[in-house]
């Protein structure tokens, strides 16, 4: 029992040091498997700086080597967009250019009237207005007398006397082989004996004149009592060589105006003469040969109306009145003396004028 009371074995200090020996061990672990963490992490990021360079190096020249492509791309475009600026640079510097001729008409136009205004008087300008809007609405008669007092206004170089004379001579017309009533206008009713062919004579017109103002379709057969109008004369031309004008007047009055040819070289003959033939469809007799009408070589065009001297002007041969089939010669001094017209000009005047026509050349 002593014994055993003895030896009493002191189990806490055993205890005591068994804890101590596992907490050490537990913290070494610990700190250990801290340690080979870090040593883990400071490896992974080691591993991770030393890894980085070597990843984009080699990239990295070949991105600046693409880049550098679309640099030079860029760089064309630059190149090539200021050509349409040049073109567009040069459309600029043309359009300047009507202006310039703009301004150079308007130079031009100031010497020819001398320095005159290019307008007609107010009062010209008005009575125009009314011919035209009277010779629209077939009031030939007021288009006439409207023109004809504005035609007597008219200075010879009013711009609006072209137009004035274009309104009368077609309002006149209208009138003589038309419809258009006018005082001037006669009415005879056929009796025994009449023909239309006396009637033209005794009232210095034609008998085209007459077929055409009263749609006959034969002026040889007319009945008794059928009643025809008639536009009396009588009719005298007047030509003007100056102006390539032929100015026909019906009773002392301005007609028409027509446009002709005359002869080269003052080939014309001037003085006073008169209508010695009307042919229809000429030939043309050059040197002995006779041109048929329609033949190419046929100057004649459509209507001849030959001239004869009277008074003091000498005798002529071979002048005379004519179409034309070169419309270009009207306006011009092209022919070997005669005067040329428009042939649907000379066949108008054909229609008027009979044979014995006074015609003044000046």
Same mark, same amino acid.
């Given at each position: 029992?002593?014994?055993?009371?003895?030896?009493?074995?002191?189990?806490?200090?055993?205890?005591? @040091?068994?804890?101590?020996?596992?907490? @050490?061990?537990?913290?070494?672990?610990?700190?250990?498997?801290?340690?080979?963490?870090?040593?883990?992490?400071?490896?992974?990021?080691?591993?991770?700086?030393?890894?980085?360079? /070597?990843?984009?190096?080699? %990239?990295?020249?070949?991105?600046?080597?693409?880049?550098?492509?679309?640099?030079?791309?860029?760089?064309?475009?630059?190149?090539?967009?200021?050509?349409?600026?040049?073109?567009? /640079? /040069?459309?600029?510097?043309?359009? %300047?250019?009507?202006?310039?001729?703009?301004?150079?008409?308007?130079?031009?136009?100031?010497?020819?009237?001398?320095?005159?205004?290019?307008?007609?008087?107010?009062?010209?300008?008005?009575?125009?207005?009314?011919?035209?809007?009277?010779?629209?609405?077939?009031?030939?008669?007021?288009?006439?007398?409207?023109?004809?007092?504005?035609?007597?206004?008219?200075?010879?170089?009013?711009?609006?006397?072209?137009?004035?004379?274009?309104?009368?001579?077609?309002?006149?017309?209208?009138?003589?082989?038309? #419809?258009?009533?006018?005082?001037? #206008?006669?009415?005879?009713?056929?009796?025994?004996?009449?023909?239309?062919?006396?009637?033209?004579?005794?009232?210095?017109?034609?008998?085209?004149?007459?077929?055409?103002?009263?749609?006959? #379709?034969?002026?040889?057969?007319?009945?008794?009592?059928?009643?025809?109008?008639?536009?009396?004369?009588?009719?005298?031309?007047?030509?003007?060589?100056?102006?390539?004008?032929?100015?026909?007047?019906?009773?002392?009055?301005? +007609? #028409?105006?027509?446009?002709?040819?005359?002869?080269?070289?003052? @080939?014309?003959?001037?003085?006073? +003469? @008169?209508?010695?033939?009307?042919?229809?469809?000429?030939?043309?007799?050059?040197?002995?040969?006779?041109?048929? +009408?329609?033949?190419?070589?046929?100057?004649?065009?459509?209507?001849?109306?030959?001239?004869?001297?009277?008074?003091?002007?000498?005798?002529? /041969?071979?002048?005379?009145?004519?179409?034309?089939?070169?419309?270009?010669?009207?306006?011009?001094?092209?022919?070997?003396?005669?005067?040329?017209?428009?042939?649907?000009?000379?066949?108008?005047? +054909?229609?008027?004028?009979?044979?014995?026509?006074?015609?003044?050349?000046?």
């Amino acid at each position: 029992m002593d014994g055993n009371h003895n030896y009493n074995p002191n189990p806490a200090p055993i205890n005591n @040091r068994r804890g101590d020996i596992v907490r @050490r061990l537990a913290a070494l672990v610990i700190v250990l498997a801290v340690v080979a963490a870090l040593v883990y992490i400071f490896v992974r990021l080691d591993n991770s700086g030393a890894g980085a360079p /070597e990843t984009p190096i080699a %990239p990295v020249p070949e991105v600046v080597i693409e880049e550098t492509a679309p640099e030079t791309i860029v760089e064309e475009a630059v190149v090539e967009e200021p050509a349409p600026e040049t073109a567009v /640079e /040069e459309t600029i510097v043309e359009e %300047p250019a009507p202006e310039t001729a703009v301004e150079e008409t308007i130079v031009e136009e100031t010497p020819e009237k001398g320095g005159a205004a290019p307008e007609s008087s107010p009062e010209v300008r008005k009575l125009y207005l009314a011919a035209a809007d009277e010779l629209a609405s077939f009031r030939y008669l007021e288009a006439r007398n409207t023109a004809r007092k504005a035609l007597a206004l008219c200075g010879a170089d009013d711009p609006s006397q072209q137009s004035l004379t274009d309104i009368l001579g077609k309002a006149n017309i209208a009138m003589a082989l038309g #419809k258009g009533r006018t005082p001037e #206008k006669l009415v005879h009713t056929i009796v025994s004996g009449d023909s239309v062919g006396a009637l033209a004579r005794q009232n210095h017109t034609t008998i085209e004149a007459i077929t055409i103002l009263n749609d006959l #379709k034969d002026p040889h057969r007319i009945m008794i009592g059928y009643k025809l109008s008639i536009y009396p004369g009588p009719w005298e031309i007047k030509v003007d060589l100056d102006h390539t004008r032929l100015n026909l007047y019906n009773r002392g009055e301005l +007609f #028409k105006v027509y446009s002709i040819g005359v002869g080269r070289e003052a @080939r014309t003959p001037t003085g006073t +003469f @008169r209508i010695a033939d009307r042919v229809p469809n000429p030939s043309w007799t050059k040197g002995n040969r006779e041109i048929p +009408f329609g033949d190419p070589e046929n100057v004649l065009g459509t209507r001849w109306m030959p001239l004869t001297a009277t008074g003091d002007t000498p005798a002529v /041969e071979g002048i005379g009145l004519h179409g034309t089939w070169n419309d270009a010669s009207i306006s011009q001094a092209v022919s070997n003396g005669c005067i040329r017209m428009h042939n649907s000009d000379i066949e108008e005047l +054909f229609n008027l004028v009979p044979v014995g026509t006074p015609a003044t050349i000046r």
